[in-house]
């Protein structure tokens, strides 16, 4: 058994936050698309999908939006190749989260619910219910994953800055997002 979709920050290294100069994104895309092309073409060949995913300025400085994630699907030009999504990093980069999910569209492969803090979906300010509409808008039938960290495992709570609880317990973050979720985007899938 195998994923049938394939989702990491493929276009760089978590933590890759560099000022870049004027003509430094233009050349780094220049390099990564060949790259991409072949981990594309592998990936159809296996009927695997890859999605990556645009990471926040303070996570990566390279592909930070939903835009500029369409427009390296479309230098790679291949349909195994899809953006992963993610409402945490939407929520800093994006000035309208659901027009954003719009403009990705079909080329959306997954998509990460989390509230702007990283916790339970529904208890924060993420527009939900404009997401949901989007996300039926495009016409979007895969996956809707809950993505939370715990301040239990030192590594990851380290590594995504998570210095609190963001819920009571890892059950209750799993059971409540869930409960939120089916309630608020049951009709889009």
Same mark, same amino acid.
């Given at each position: ?17 560099? +000022? ?50 369409? %427009? +390296? ?19 800093? %980069? ?20 989390? %509230? ?54 890892? %059950? ?8 939120? +979720? ?8």
């Amino acid at each position: 058994m195998y994923a049938s979709v394939v989702c990491v920050p493929f276009h760089s290294a978590v933590g890759f936050t560099e +000022l870049l100069s004027e003509g430094d994104p233009q050349h780094l895309l220049e390099r990564l698309v060949p790259r991409l092309r072949s981990l594309a073409t592998m990936a159809n060949d296996l009927g695997v999908l890859l999605a990556f995913e645009p990471l926040n300025r303070f996570e990566n400085c390279l592909i930070n939006t939903a835009a500029q994630a369409l %427009e +390296l699907v479309k230098m790679v030009d291949n349909d195994a190749l899809g953006i992963h999504l993610d409402t945490f990093h939407m929520n800093i %980069e994006e000035k309208d989260i659901a027009g954003a999910i719009r403009t990705a569209g079909p080329a959306v492969y997954h998509i990460h619910t989390c %509230e702007n803090d990283r916790g339970i979906p529904g208890t924060g300010h993420i527009p939900w219910k404009d997401i949901a509409n989007a996300v039926q808008d495009i016409g979007y039938q895969r996956d809707l994953v809950i993505e939370s960290f715990t301040d239990q495992v030192r590594s990851i709570a380290r590594s995504v800055s998570v210095w609190r609880k963001l819920a009571l317990s890892s %059950e209750n973050l799993a059971e409540d997002g869930l409960h939120f +979720l089916k309630n608020n985007f049951i009709s889009t899938h």
